[in-house]
């Protein structure tokens, strides 16, 4: 089962920033915070992920609490083709374990 | 950026028929996976498969499914008597090894459905 819990739904205006959250209580120190996003009914779209630090990438970035129990994905300037679901998976970073995807967050991008 | 490319698009099979589902994942890729997506809820895992053979599987993975890497570039994905309950979205994937880190890349699936 997922280890995180999301809001099922936000909105978000065309140009603004998205700031989507995420919490992670039971986080272990060898586990990374992963965000994938589906756009309607395509397959899953790697967005970024991290372990301690902040990071950012072309497509977003990524906020985690120094006690690492949650996370926010920015989305800096939000467009009409940012609307999808967007999940937050914690995952360890070694081997082979699968991702395990929850409900994520249905954002929704209003012009 | 490369792509993993599924094949049909779209399957439309009989209850009880046998299905093969194609992926074809990025060419310097080691690790592959079956997913899948009932309408409506969740991505499920299905399968990952590493070194010619299961590395793990869901629950949902029973006898009627298998998956092979028959020539070194297709990966596919049989079910061997098709239920109602198989209609559904699969999402065939695929990363490198380099440190169980790096992303993992989806195909855009195969909507199969069973009448």
């Known amino acids: 089962d997922a280890k995180t819990t999301q809001p099922p739904s936000m909105d978000c205006a065309e140009g603004r920033a998205a700031n989507l959250p995420c919490n992670h209580s039971t986080i272990s120190g060898n586990e990374y915070v992963y965000w994938y996003r589906q756009i309607h009914s395509q397959g899953p779209q790697y967005i970024i992920h991290g372990l301690k630090n902040n990071e950012t990438n072309e497509m977003a970035s990524l906020i985690i609490t120094e006690d690492r129990k949650s996370s926010t994905l920015i989305l800096p300037h939000a467009t009409l083709r940012d609307t999808a679901v967007y999940y937050c998976i914690v995952r360890v970073a070694s081997g082979n374990t699968p991702l395990v995807f929850g409900k994520g967050t249905r954002l929704s991008v209003i012009a | ?115």
């Not at chain 2, 698009?9 to 009932?38: A, D, K």
């Not at chain 2, 098709?82 to 195969?110: H, I, P, V, W």
């Open chain 2, 1 to 115: 950026e490369p792509e993993v490319t599924q094949t049909p698009s779209h399957q439309v099979t009989q209850m009880g028929q046998e299905v093969i589902l194609r992926c074809v994942p990025i060419s310097n890729h080691l690790y592959f996976y079956w997913y899948r997506q009932i309408l409506g809820q969740k991505v499920e895992f299905l399968v990952s498969f590493y070194n010619n053979e299961i590395s793990e599987k869901s629950e949902i993975f029973d006898d009627q499914f298998s998956v092979e890497r028959p020539d070194g570039s297709n990966f596919t994905l049989k079910i061997r008597s098709t239920k109602l309950e198989d209609s559904a979205m699969y999402f065939c994937a695929s990363r490198t090894q380099r440190g169980g880190n790096e992303k993992l890349f989806f195909g855009s699936g195969t909507q199969l459905s069973v009448l």
